[in-house]
């Protein structure tokens, strides 16, 4: 099992930027992507799990406990300092590992204190976060390492983490994401004139891995989470078989029919469809980077099981073509009320998905019977075909991890809770309008990084801070 690659801060960007923004149908506006030690150490509560080797290789520091700040008369202790300091490490790479030791400290400790100000001004202005969202929080970390929970909280346990303290940390991201979007929503705006040179500049880069699209057909063996031993070897020793024989030249879309797991493996013969690399699952990029069209790789192991791949096509998409892959999708909405909370929707919208998937219900049945998104309920939950940055981004980004067929677990967004399910995927040419929305996005995302340092700057001199003993290990 590969080691959780990301932070939790960033594991979170897709999920807490959508703490504030319309329903599913609105357009989005995400949170800005941040990366660089500064951002690791602004974006707010993480946790860094290295691989369990490195974990008992790294040597265990004993820090002395006393108060080096207080926010408003909220101590920060010097353990925590020490604590977000070693997570920073983990997470910077060799520039931050080779900072001066008083250096990280001292930015940690002002980093600490911006976040705690702002945790504070969230408290004030009565910003809360329900049991749902964090449990969303949950799954999305999960799911975007490939875990499922118990591997996640697995992992996490030998890294001496526990599901409380992990579960804090979530509501405290997605505390400070809604606290941020609330305060910087009137401060950003974007001008035609900025779209137009947006757009030019765009069609004028050289491609990167971005504009790279791949069509990757898959063989998946799933591993149960309960799997022994001698179940995990038996399904890897069949997934090296089956790889053995696609590369000995036999057809791998019948492979893929016969052995498969995966929705697509009859419909489509294991191909997952032309798109974008950013639009593959990292592992399957970085294993087929090497192969030419036509070969084998694998089996890989991920959170699901064994895969077995076969690059089928690999092109480089214009800019110019202003081409984007586009999903058909529909869902089922439900929104709390006094008669039932959020918890409850989400356990009642996991019993659809057990029924549809079972065969005892159907999708479109139950989306015109029980879904409150009026526009869509009567269309048995239709949204139709949509371009990226239709949806908010909890949706969007839940839609965007299904294949063709599959169905989400339920998404908690501030409007209610969805059940989604993805019906088709399609390259199309992008509508001149669709084209300017994509760009104001992008460009309302980078004003609101700039945004954020200004309103954390005001946040940090209105708290009244009394700087104590300097941190020290």
Avoid: C
Wanted: net charge neutral.
């Amino acid at each position: 099992m590969n080691a959780l690659r990301t932070t939790l801060s960033l594991a979170l960007l897709a999920l807490t930027a959508a703490a504030s923004h319309a329903q599913s149908s609105a357009p989005r506006t995400a949170a800005p992507a941040r990366a660089g030690i500064t951002d690791i150490m602004r974006a707010g509560p993480s946790v860094a799990v290295p691989p369990p080797a490195a974990r008992a290789a790294a040597p265990v520091q004993r820090a002395a406990e006393y108060i080096v700040a207080l926010v408003n008369s909220e101590p920060i202790t010097n353990t925590q300092v020490q604590r977000r300091a070693q997570r920073v490490l983990e997470e910077g790479g060799p520039q931050v590992a080779n900072m001066p030791r008083n250096v990280l400290l001292r930015e940690v400790l002002e980093q600490l204190i911006s976040e705690r100000a702002q945790l504070q001004l969230a408290k004030e202005q009565g910003v809360r976060v329900d049991a749902a969202a964090i449990e969303q929080g949950e799954q999305t970390v999960a799911r975007q390492n490939e875990l499922t929970l118990t591997q996640l909280y697995a992992r996490l346990s030998e890294a001496g983490l526990s599901r409380e303290e992990f579960r804090n940390n979530i509501r405290d991201q997605l505390l400070l994401t809604r606290l941020r979007e609330r305060e910087l929503e009137s401060r950003v705006r974007v001008s035609e004139r900025e779209i137009d040179e947006f757009i030019a500049e765009q069609r004028g880069e050289a491609p990167g891995a971005s504009s790279e699209r791949l069509n990757i057909a898959q063989v998946l063996l799933p591993v149960p989470d309960n799997a022994g031993e001698s179940q995990v070897a038996a399904l890897q020793k069949q997934a090296q078989e089956i790889a053995a024989r696609a590369r000995g030249g036999e057809d791998f879309a019948k492979l893929a029919g016969e052995f498969s797991r995966a929705p697509e493996a009859r419909s489509a013969g294991g191909a997952l469809g032309l798109r974008s690399a950013d639009r593959y699952p990292s592992l399957f990029v970085e294993s087929t980077r090497n192969l030419k069209v036509g070969e084998v790789t694998g089996p890989l192991r991920s959170g699901a099981g064994f895969h077995v791949l076969k690059l089928l096509a690999r092109e480089r998409a214009s800019a110019a073509a202003d081409t984007i892959t586009q999903t058909q999708v529909r869902h089922i909405l439900i929104r709390p009320d006094d008669k039932q909370s959020a918890e409850q929707i989400v356990a009642r919208l996991q019993g659809y998905k057990r029924s549809v998937q079972g065969g005892s219900a159907d999708f479109a049945a139950l989306a015109r019977e029980h879904s409150q998104d009026t526009g869509s309920a009567r269309n048995g939950g239709e949204l139709g075909w949509t371009s990226p940055g239709s949806f908010v981004p909890e949706f969007e980004q839940a839609m965007n991890q299904l294949q063709p067929g599959q169905i989400s677990e339920p998404v908690v967004s501030r409007f209610g809770v969805h059940l989604i399910q993805v019906q088709g995927r399609r390259d199309a040419k992008v509508d001149p309008r669709e084209l300017r929305q994509a760009a104001r996005n992008a460009l309302r995302d980078r004003k609101m990084d700039q945004a954020y340092e200004a309103w954390a700057q005001e946040v940090r001199h209105r708290a009244y801070v009394e700087m104590r003993e300097p941190p020290n290990s």
